[in-house]
Nanobody
């Protein structure tokens, strides 16, 4: 059973920083991409950033230069360093991982439960 657990959310003032982490646990064959999405109240879930197993990164335009995604393949973790936060970054942040549970099975996106990030003015 694959499980993703996020940590690091919370309340921060505008201009501050937070670091989110996500760990994948369970039994699986491989992890391809990992990343973060977020969903603000009344809005659709949107991509924040993702990173391939080889380390290639992709960011939403509004996050470039402020957020940095990284991963540790040995620990099956992905992290998101968020700097220069604004009230517009307030959302629930979800970790995902594209995992192949067994060599003969297709990849499937697994999701964490979400962690709240609130930026106050």
């Amino acid at each position: 059973q694959v499980k993703l657990v996020e940590s690091g959310g919370g309340l921060v003032q505008a201009g501050g920083s937070l670091r989110l982490s996500c760990a994948a646990s369970g039994t699986f064959f491989s992890i391809n991409a990992m990343g973060w999405y977020r969903q603000a109240p009344g809005k659709q879930r949107e991509l924040v950033a993702d990173i391939s197993s080889g380390g290639s990164t992709n960011y939403a335009d509004s996050m470039k230069g402020r957020f940095t995604i990284s991963r540790d393949n040995a620990k099956n973790t992905v992290s998101l360093q968020m700097n220069s936060l604004s009230t517009g970054d307030t959302a629930v942040y979800y970790c995902y991982a594209r995992i192949r549970a067994r060599i003969a099975l297709p990849e499937y996106d697994y999701w964490g439960q979400g962690t709240q990030v609130t930026v106050s003015s």
